[in-house]
Structures are given as C-alpha cells and as structure tokens.
C-alpha cells in the first residue's frame, strides 16, 4: 500500500492542474498571436493602395485592394525567376554540404577515444568567440581566392559555423551511446559505416534543428552578395529585393528624377510602404514550405530506435 501511495504522490506532485494548464495554454495562444498578427497585416498592407496607405496608416484589412506593388516587383518577371532558382540551389546545396561537413567535424571530437579531440575543440570554440574581421574575409574570398561573382561563394563561408558544430558534438556524446558504437566495431564495422550507417540516423533531431538554422541562414543571406557580387554575377532573391528597394528609395529621394518620371506618367504611383511589404511577402514565401519538410524528421528523429539488450 505504501509503494502505491508513494507512486500516486509522485503522479500529484508532477501533474499539472487546470489552473496552470489554462494560464499556460493561454501564454501560448498569445504568443502565437503576436506572431501571426504581423504576418497578416504584412499581407494586408501589400495588397493595400499606396495612397490610403499614406493617408490612412496600416488596416488590417485594405481599404483599396490594390495588385501595384507586386505588379512592380514582376514588371520584369525574368530575373526573379532565375533569382529563385539560384535562392533555392544555394539554400539546398548550401544546407546538405554544411551538414555533412560539420557533422563530419563534430563526430570525431565527440569520441573520447580520440586523442586530439581537446585541440579541435578548442580551434572551434575560439572561432565562436573571435572573428579575422571583415577586411580579412574580403580579401581572402575577393582577392587571394579569386571567387567575386561566383556562386559557390555564396555558400561556402557558411560551410562550419563553430556553435552549429559544438551543438553537434554534445549531441553525439550525451545521446549517442558509447556501447553501441563498440558493439558496431565488434562486429566489423568501420568508422565510416559507424557514423553514416548508425550515428546519423540516431541524430535527426539535432541535424534537422541545424538544418533549420542553416536553410534560413542561406535563404536570407544577402550579406555576402553585397560583398562578391556585382551586375554580372548571380543574385539572390533577397539581394534583389534589397536591390529593389534601394531604387526606390533612391527615386523618392531625387526629386528631379522622380517629377521626369511622374511628368511623363501622370497615372504612376511610386510603391513605398506597399512594395516593402510585397518584398517580405515574396522573400519569405518558400522558406515556410521547409518547416513541415524539417518537422517530419524531428518527429522521425524522436522514435528512432535506440539501445537494446
């Protein structure tokens, strides 16, 4: 009777009442509101009139519907397809290569068999708190290597990212038992097969999690083709749109420029706030079809197999 009193007691003390669950679940409710409560008036003021806009402020529902700021962002629909595409090349081959190679870094320094794991630690560890600058990243990339206005430099400064890689080392040594690696060794398999056939697929949690990470991190990247990239070169769907911007604000700011262009159409309204939010509508719209991508494995990581006697 005691042992079942005692289990009981244990069962209370860790259940949740209706109290707290209703107080929690309504923080959430809130919280996801204030996410999604942006995003709606994002799409409202993209689909707004310029000059309600103006007068009027933001609505959460238009005033005017109105189709002219997308309509200015795709006058010229050719580049932003090949913007696509190049986006989405760089964020797919970008996010595999940076996986693999960090993932190849990390697992090594988490086996305590091996004997220099505490240096290459450390050269990761350092790399986080200390940067060579931006004087010397440009240099190496732009003049020694040679690669302005190639694509690859578009993904390989983003290869090892040092906190990425320590993540994964903990992961490896706190969730990935040491006897199963031993039995994989006693039954002839070698490293390689050990980490791609057996650590890999036990570690989908944390290798979607920094898939994640890294498929934003490309995706909105527009840092490094401000850098290496000039009018011939490839560009992102997010440099673009910042390319896009820029001219706007630069037509807005010249007044000579911008009174040619309204004398010779009288009708043409100059999109500012509209077409800012219309750039963040079409710069964020594929990156959320990659969530469902990324939780089907956080699902799938979390009931993989695991030790068995």
Not at 87 to 97: K, L, N, R
Request: proline letters at 5%; charged letters at 15%; one cysteine or more.
């Amino acid at each position: 009777m005691s042992a079942i009193a005692t289990k009981k007691k244990e069962r209370d003390v860790l259940a949740i009442s209706n109290k707290s669950n209703f107080i929690i679940n309504t923080f959430f409710w809130f919280y996801t509101a204030m996410c999604i409560i942006p995003v709606l008036l994002l799409i409202s003021v993209s689909f707004s009139d310029e000059q309600n806009i103006r007068v009027n402020g933001y609505k959460f529902w238009p005033e005017q519907f109105s189709l002219e700021a997308y309509k200015f962002l795709v006058k010229d629909w050719t580049p932003i397809v090949e913007s696509y595409g190049i986006s989405i090349f760089v964020t797919v081959v970008g996010t595999i290569t940076a996986l693999t190679v960090m993932a190849l870094y990390a697992y090594p320094i988490s086996r305590r068999d091996f004997k220099h794991r505490n240096i290459f630690s450390f050269i990761m560890f350092f790399t986080v708190l200390f940067g060579g600058g931006l004087v010397p990243f440009y240099l190496m990339y732009a003049q020694i290597l040679g690669w302005r206005n190639e694509i690859y430099v578009l993904m390989v400064p983003m290869f090892v990212q040092g906190f990425f890689v320590l993540l994964i080392r903990t992961f490896f040594s706190n969730s990935i038992p040491t006897e199963l690696l031993e039995s994989a060794k006693i039954d002839g398999a070698g490293e390689m097969r050990t980490f791609f056939g057996i650590v890999l697929p036990l570690s989908l949690p944390v290798l979607a999690s920094v898939g994640l990470l890294c498929t934003l991190n490309y995706w909105n990247d527009w840092f490094l083709s401000l850098l290496f990239i000039t009018q011939d070169g490839p560009r992102t769907i997010t440099f673009r749109m910042l390319e896009a911007l820029l001219n706007i604000q630069a037509l807005t700011a010249n007044s000579n420029v911008y009174s040619a262009l309204m004398a010779a159409n009288p009708k043409f309204q100059m999109p500012g706030e509209t077409a800012r939010m219309a750039m963040a509508i079409v710069g964020v719209g594929p990156i959320i079809f990659a969530y469902p991508f990324f939780q089907r494995f956080f699902i799938t990581g979390l009931t993989v197999g695991a030790v068995k006697g």
